[in-house]
């Protein structure tokens, strides 16, 4: 069977990226129904920072003992069903997120013609070693900063004040074990390791978090509500114009530097070009098209971009929170993230990363007096990414149009307008609606943070939290897990990529890295994170 | 391998690809790349100038 | 963007084999190693559509089987492409 993109609706029901908008927005649905007082979400088994025992005289506050280690989101935030999501205990509310994602991403792996029992067995050895290794992240000693030790009064002990970053890297970490070490076990979870499904479903669930921060914010004050709204909309604004730029300048620049340094051929400076500058595999794919190479060509390039990107996103993170912008600039360090780290998976989860990083540094220089909205740094880098991946495709379609009627003509050949949509990130869309209703929800009912639609903000928070905390972090560990299992080092030492992987090198630390931080710092220095430590800092004292 | 059991490869396996002349064989550099890069390079120019004037959050506000 | 022209046009899947490029549907099959040698090929087997300077619009979607599995979640898209027949040299 074919696989065409032949009408605007092709590929609906049998591509990841629509299942994404699918998985995404069923439970977006699913959140906005606590607006009627039907709370479905509130099962999702999210991780506290735990250890064996408590010390003496240590209160159960941001450190927990090891038999509450996971918790259901709901039994914490439901409004109608605390009592029974608190019911579940750990296990219970593990064993009910598995059940329900697992019939939800089967259905989906169903649509797109996988293999549905390979991958059901592939997608519960990864969801349960996901919980596993999430589980030990936890542990106070990788976890706990020096200020949650004071909160719940610890006595001083050496820990990695890593916060939820320390799963993330032991997630990619045991990923990348299986995936170079145990490769005929990487190869069969391949059918289940789709980092770019789960962190498109993962974007979507970020679209209710970017809606839901100003409706956090509300409860410290409505002026921080306010300012939150603002900021995510200026995000909004600064990337897109940070990204014009950056495309018309990196694009370029890589191309002269494969075809007069490396003198490599024209086709392949294209496509070269379009992955270490724009969107890595996506735009490797889009360009090979673009400039009707062989498709070859864009299948060697992707081969190098998903390697260099696990690279960026093991360095970038931590150089950017401890060597530069560092805490002074998190916004334009999330920035520059977006526009440096190729694939979607790899920028999202260094965005993640280094929004852990930040706030764990912020909370720690600034001994909790400075509490930082979580997620707002993550959203900076994938508000980049977002407009990148959309501009590929108008990208892609101005330089069929270049090559084909101008630099290799060809006599008799048009370029469909269409070819735009059918490379538009579908994924977006759910990303955009998630964010827009419940932005709408804050500015419309929920009457901008004031008093009187605060009872509508508290309902829509039951809803959201479950899907924007517990959801969206799930799906980031599984592509973590997965961007490890599918990532082989030993690709680099493949002999056919010889100079390929020299032109990246070059290209993307000497060239791209710094250019995208200058571009991000031209259009994000002026934005400052709202600080959410006074009282009463979340409405149901989250 | 059929199709179906093997998530690396497409129709296309890469050991059927030819990839010999996807680094060798460079044309010579012509006019229309410079107009291409120049122009691209111009682009950003105007597009940075206009951006920073605009977005309330650059460094020019 | 998919509002149709009056001239006629006609549906082909494009694929890539490694070696060549191979357009089809379900009456024929032609394949050679660049898309101008392709578009010829087809421009002489379907000689007889566009007679009486009618016009034939072939339009050739890429089957993105031909893409690895693991590529086509980042892309599922190559390209497109319109081929405008009589070709005007």
Same mark, same amino acid.
């Given at each position: ?5 032949? #009408? ?43 250890? +064996? ?28 069903? *605390? ?30 013609? @996988?293999?549905?029992? *390979?991958?059901?067995?592939? @997608? ?26 004071? *909160? ?29 070490? #145990? ?14 499904? #789960? !962190? ?14 100003? !409706? ?7 002026? !921080? ?10 995000? #909004? ?203 709408? !929800? ?37 592509? +973590? ?29 000497? +060239? ?31 | ?30 006019? $229309? ?8 390079? $111009? ?5 940075? $100038?206009?951006?920073? $004037? ?8 | ?8 046009? /006609? ?23 660049? /898309? ?14 566009? =007679? ?5 619009? =072939? ?23 319109? /081929? =405008? ?5």
């Amino acid at each position: 069977m074919s696989k065409i993109q032949r #009408f605007w609706y092709s590929g609906m029901l049998s591509t990841e990226d629509w299942w994404a908008v699918w998985l995404g927005l069923a439970f977006f649905s699913l959140g906005l129904l606590t607006l009627l007082g039907i709370d479905l979400v509130g099962w999702i088994a999210y991780p506290s920072k735990w250890v +064996f025992n408590m010390p003496e005289g240590a209160i159960s506050k941001k450190i927990v003992t090891i038999d509450k280690a996971f918790y259901a989101l709901g039994g914490k935030y439901s409004l109608t069903a *605390r009592d029974t999501y608190q019911s579940l205990g750990p296990i219970g509310s593990i064993l009910v997120t598995y059940i329900i994602f697992t019939i939800a991403t089967v259905t989906g792996a169903y649509f797109q013609k @996988w293999d549905v029992k *390979r991958y059901f067995i592939g @997608w519960t050895f990864i969801f349960f070693l996901t919980y596993l290794v999430w589980f030990i992240g936890h542990h106070a000693f990788f976890a706990a900063s020096a200020v949650d030790l004071k *909160r719940s009064h610890f006595p001083a002990m050496f820990t990695l004040s890593l916060g939820g970053g320390a799963s993330f890297i032991l997630a990619l970490m045991a990923g990348l074990i299986i995936g170079n070490f #145990f490769k005929p076990l990487a190869r069969y979870l391949s059918e289940a390791a789709k980092p770019e499904w #789960f !962190i498109k479903t993962a974007i979507v669930f970020l679209g209710v978090k970017v809606g839901y921060l100003p !409706i956090k914010a509300a409860a410290t004050s409505e002026k !921080i509500g306010h300012a939150l709204a603002d900021l995510t909309l200026d995000l #909004f604004i600064a990337g897109a114009a940070a990204t014009i730029v950056a495309y018309l300048i990196f694009w370029p620049g890589v191309y002269t530097i494969s075809r007069l340094i490396f003198k490599l051929p024209r086709k392949t400076a294209a496509v070269l070009a379009s992955a270490i500058s724009i969107c890595g595999v996506s735009a490797a794919v889009a360009t090979g098209g673009a400039v009707r190479a062989r498709p070859v060509v864009s299948i060697m390039v992707s081969s190098l971009v998903v390697v260099y990107a696990v690279i960026e996103l093991v360095i970038l993170p931590g150089v950017f929170t401890h060597i530069w912008p560092g805490i002074k600039d998190p916004m334009v360090a999330g920035a520059a993230m977006g526009m440096a780290v190729k694939t979607d998976g790899a920028d999202a989860a260094a965005g993640e990363l280094l929004d852990e990083f930040m706030r764990a540094k912020m909370d720690e220089t600034s001994n909790g007096t400075v509490i930082w909205p979580e997620g707002i740094i993550t959203v900076s880098a994938v508000m980049t990414k977002i407009w990148i991946d959309m501009f590929i495709g108008l990208w892609a379609f101005l330089l069929a149009m270049i090559w084909v009627y101008k630099i290799e003509r060809q006599e008799g050949e048009k370029v469909p307008f269409s070819e735009v949509w059918f490379r538009f990130p579908k994924f977006v869309l759910g990303y955009f609606i998630a964010w827009f209703v419940y932005l709408g !929800i804050f500015f419309g009912p929920g009457h901008g943070g004031s008093a009187e639609g605060m009872s509508v903000l508290k309902a829509a928070e039951a809803g959201a939290v479950p899907v924007e905390k517990g959801m969206r972090k799930l799906f980031f560990m599984l592509t +973590f897990m997965s961007l490890g299992i599918i990532t082989d080092f030993k690709k680099l030492a493949e002999a056919q990529f010889s100079k390929m992987i020299w032109v990246y090198f070059i290209a993307l630390f000497f +060239f791209i890295i710094p250019v995208a931080s200058i571009i991000a710092y031209l259009f994000h220095h002026g934005m400052t994170l709202p600080n959410m430590a006074t009282p009463g800092s979340a409405l149901l004292g989250g | 391998m059929t199709q179906e059991n093997n998530t690396d490869f497409g129709s296309l396996n890469t050991e059927d690809l030819d990839t010999s002349s996807v680094l060798e064989g460079a044309e010579e550099w012509s006019p $229309i790349e410079t107009k291409l890069v120049v122009g691209s390079f $111009i682009a950003a120019g105007i597009a940075l $100038i206009i951006g920073l $004037i605009i977005v309330p959050t650059s460094i020019l506000h | 963007m998919f509002k149709r022209n009056k001239t006629k046009t /006609l549906d082909m899947t494009l694929t890539h084999d490694g070696k060549n490029w191979i357009a089809s549907n379900k009456t024929i099959k032609l394949a050679a190693s660049s /898309l101008g040698e392709l578009d010829r090929k087809i421009e002489n087997a379907l000689r007889d559509e566009f =007679v009486d300077n009618k016009r034939l619009n =072939v339009f050739m979607a890429f089957d993105n089987e031909a893409i690895p599995m693991w590529i086509r979640p980042y892309m599922n898209h190559y390209f497109n492409r319109i /081929l =405008v027949l009589p070709i005007q040299r």
